[in-house]
């Protein structure tokens, strides 16, 4: 997979609407650097969407999971997962959530397309953690962690009580409450 260079965005065109940033974010003692993955906008700006580490050796990772070269059917596979997200999302033009009903509205739709909190945050411009609460109070999305908590709730035990068998601190079992 090659990709076509645009100085103006200082990224690398690698299919569709996705780039890869050239501009290291900083290297790395081991001689790594960051690259984001981006997705185009409507109005052609870049839109970023997740970090990569790329190795002196030219392999990609996220986080421990190593990619593959940018030329190998294992990169090519991971790229394929921005090319879901549908340019509606995306688009510029696309309002601000004007309440909190809009706002649960929104977070919903765009994280039943897309299938990623991190994504659905980055979208709307809010933390994972407003995003995955909303999710919870929607119930478009669960977890352990959630169903454990939410369990131990019912039970009538304190959050205090609850963090101490999770495991979690207080503040951690409120990342896992739903609004309301």
């Known amino acids: 997979m090659?990709?076509?260079?645009?100085?103006?965005?200082?990224?690398?065109?690698?299919?569709g609407g996705i780039w890869l940033s050239r501009q290291p974010f900083g290297l790395r003692p081991d001689g790594s650097r960051l690259?984001?993955?981006?997705l185009q906008t409507e109005n052609g700006e870049?839109?970023?969407?997740?970090?990569?580490?790329?190795?002196?050796?030219?392999?990609?990772?996220?986080?421990?999971?190593?990619?593959?070269t940018?030329?190998?059917?294992?990169?090519?596979?991971?790229?394929?997962?921005?090319?879901?997200?549908?340019?509606?999302?995306?688009?510029?033009?696309r309002p601000i959530?004007?309440?909190?009903?809009?706002?649960?509205?929104?977070?919903?739709?765009?994280?039943?397309?897309?299938?990623?909190?991190?994504?659905?945050?980055?979208?709307?411009?809010?933390s994972e953690e407003k995003a995955r609460r909303i999710l919870f109070t929607t119930g478009d999305y669960t977890c352990e962690t959630y169903e454990k908590v939410m369990k131990l709730l019912k039970e009538g035990l304190s959050l205090d009580e609850i963090a101490s068998i999770v495991g979690l601190s207080r503040p951690q079992i409120r990342a896992y409450l739903p609004y309301g």
């Open 70 to 93: 940018i030329d190998s059917p294992e990169f090519s596979r991971y790229i394929k997962k921005f090319q879901r997200v549908p340019d509606t999302i995306l688009s510029a033009d």
């Open 97 to 126: 959530p004007k309440s909190e009903e809009e706002l649960f509205q929104r977070v919903s739709t765009i994280y039943t397309e897309i299938k990623s909190i991190k994504k659905t945050a980055k979208v709307l411009k809010i």
């Open 46 to 68: 870049l839109a970023s969407m997740e970090m990569l580490t790329l190795s002196p050796d030219g392999v990609y990772s996220f986080g421990d999971k190593k990619i593959g």
């Open 35 to 38: 690259i984001n993955v981006c």
């Open 2 to 15: 090659s990709g076509s260079y645009n100085k103006k965005n200082s990224a690398v065109h690698i299919s």
